[in-house]
């Protein structure tokens, strides 16, 4: 994998998600805040209770706000973790694409490592990241109608990597997209292992998607 011969895109990348589900947009600084304390109570109730035992009024209470304001936003739970998946999303994509600009990788193992580790921190240190993840647990396809959440996830990587990989559209989109199916199952499997991530199977998780991408692209 060689660099671009383009100039790599210093805006971070726009995630391929459908708009936040809510039911009207806060236009108002204290509606937007309040939206804001909506998904972080919900996320922090997902860490306590599970998605199964959250409750619209759980939500609302945790947030200090009133459950019909919750609804004026929402309309119901599922919107609520939804929003929070896709905020969560976006966090991802900023951080990895921020990563990149930093590091101005000039192999892509360096870019495998990068994704993999900001991933890693997320699910360690990001409330309720680690029991909902991009949404799989609620529904394999919360994050847009039409493609699965790890294809939304696969796409949001291509936006930022095509500014560093010269590679044609369609074969990066396909070599990230089973990377990402590949390293998914083994991450899993980490956290099924450890809850802070079984670091053998980690540095595995590498390993293979490392030697994956060294099949299609050389070394």
Do not use: C
């Not at 990597?161 to 989109?173: F, K, N, S």
């Amino acid at each position: 994998m060689s660099e671009s011969r383009e100039t790599p895109r210093n805006d971070v990348a726009e995630t391929q998600a459908e708009p936040t589900p809510l039911r009207r947009k806060p236009v108002q600084q204290r509606s937007a805040r309040r939206v804001e304390q909506m998904l972080d109570a919900s996320a922090v109730l997902i860490d306590e209770l599970g998605y199964d035992a959250l409750t619209t009024t759980l939500i609302a209470k945790r947030a200090g706000v009133a459950v019909g304001s919750l609804y004026q936003f929402f309309p119901d739970k599922r919107a609520v973790v939804q929003a929070l998946t896709q905020r969560n999303l976006e966090r991802f994509v900023a951080a990895v694409n921020e990563r990149l600009q930093q590091l101005s990788p000039e192999h892509w193992w360096n870019i495998v490592d990068s994704v993999l580790d900001i991933y890693l921190q997320m699910h360690r240190e990001v409330p309720g990241f680690s029991k909902v993840h991009f949404g799989d647990v609620i529904d394999v396809r919360l994050l847009a109608d039409d493609r699965d959440n790890n294809s939304v996830i696969a796409d949001s990587l291509v936006e930022i990597l095509r500014g560093h990989v010269d590679r044609p559209a369609d074969e990066l989109r396909f070599a990230i997209a089973i990377a990402n199916e590949t390293a998914d199952a083994l991450l899993k499997l980490a956290f099924r292992r450890d809850p802070n991530g079984d670091e053998r199977i980690v540095a595995e998780a590498k390993h293979v998607v490392k030697g994956y991408l060294a099949s299609k692209f050389g070394d």
